[in-house]
């Protein structure tokens, strides 16, 4: 049996890289050849954002596993805008090979 990894895209309304976080896993599991489910997930509220261990939006986790590497240690739990620290600069995207290197373990 073929296992499809669940990715789910956490992200409060109107968040400007909710979307492009939604293409940018839909692009990289179709580049791999992953049949990924792709969920988005909204945090409406602070209490939300702490149950969830919600890092800011947008928050990518496949299969329960947040893709930024180190994000499991991470306790900074609130509702607000994720900036990613990635080897070219700030950014409100993780990279791709973050997103691709979690696909690939799922």
């Known amino acids: 049996m073929l296992l499809v990894p669940l990715v789910e895209v956490l992200s409060f309304r109107g968040c400007p890289h909710a979307e492009p976080a939604v293409a940018l ?48 240690r991470r306790e900074d739990f609130a509702l607000g805008c994720r900036i990613y620290r990635t080897r070219d600069g700030q950014s409100g995207l993780p990279t791709r090979e973050w997103v691709r290197a979690a696909l690939a373990r799922a």
Do not use: C, K, M, N
């Open 25 to 72: 896993v839909r692009e990289t599991a179709r580049e791999l050849g992953v049949a990924a489910t792709v969920s988005l997930v909204e945090v409406a509220d602070p209490e939300t954002a702490i149950r969830l261990r919600f890092l800011g939006s947008p928050t990518i986790r496949v299969d329960g596993h947040d893709v930024e590497p180190g994000a499991e």
